[in-house]
T-cell receptor, first 114, second 110 residues
Framework: NAGVTQTPKFQVLKTGQSMTLQCAQDMNHEYMSWYRQDPGMGLRLIHYSVGAGITDQGEVPNGYNVSRSTTEDFPLRLLSAAPSQTSVYFC?????????????FGSGTQLSVL | SQQGEEDPQALSIQEGENATMNCSYKTSINNLQWYRQNSGRGLVHLILIRSNEREKHSGRLRVTLDTSKKSSSLLITASRAADTASYFCASGGSNYKLTFGKGTLLTVNP
């Protein structure tokens, strides 16, 4: 049982480049989410999904797109990378819709935008 | 805006001592959760306390919740060097979002 898998673990981009951070879970979780973690800022919610075909914005959605075509996958797309998007990104999932269940986290993607 | 705020930002203790971390939040919640993050790793869920509960235990962990003060505390008893990590509280409301605080960095010295 792999849990939540994120790829890549590290990525360096140039300003203006686009890329997709991958997230997959094998626990049949309905809820999936993306957070970014910056020093002194804690974790901030970017986007979340309560099921296949349903996504919504979190606290800091600008510059990011998501889609949820399957229960297992929830990719995060950076459309035109900016230095302000340098951060560590975490994908997390939980069994049911809503915030009343514990989250399972991936190991993170460290992204640097030059 | 951030929902939870942990206090203190950093805590250094000796092995065997107890560690207490506090969390405050701003709006009504359904539950309050605590997570641990070891350096360079993802977060791991420790314990969840629901809004109608006042205290909960799990092994060496004790969590309290005071909804009138909008605050929670995490107590780790008999700390070990392996407890060295960052600890985050996260508040869950009526929406689908779990909001995290900025964390407390706990260092347990052997």
């Amino acid at each position: 049982n792999a849990g939540v898998t994120q790829t890549p673990k590290f990525q360096v981009l140039k300003t203006g480049q686009s890329m997709t951070l991958q997230c997959a879970q094998d626990m049949n979780h309905e809820y999936m989410s993306w957070y970014r973690q910056d020093p002194g800022m804690g974790l901030r919610l970017i986007h979340y999904s309560v099921g296949a075909g349903i996504t919504d914005q979190g606290e800091v959605p600008n510059g990011y797109n998501v889609s949820r075509s399957t229960t297992e996958d929830f990719p995060l797309r950076l459309l035109s990378a900016a230095p302000s998007q340098t951060s560590v990104y975490f994908c997390a999932s939980s069994y049911s819709k809503g915030s009343n269940e514990k989250l399972f986290f991936g190991s993170g993607t460290q992204l640097s935008v030059l | 805006s951030q929902q939870g705020e942990e206090d203190p930002q950093a805590l250094s203790i000796q092995e065997g001592e107890n560690a207490t971390m506090n969390c405050s939040y701003k709006t009504s919640i359904n539950n309050l959760q605590w997570y641990r993050q070891n350096s360079g790793r993802g977060l791991v869920h420790l314990i969840l306390i629901r809004s109608n509960e006042r205290e909960k235990h799990s092994g060496r962990l004790r969590v309290t919740l005071d909804t009138s003060k909008k605050s929670s505390s995490l107590l780790i008893t008999a700390s070990r060097a392996a407890d060295t990590a960052s600890y985050f509280c996260a508040s869950g409301g009526s929406n689908y979002k779990l909001t995290f605080g900025k964390g407390t960095l706990l260092t347990v010295n052997p």
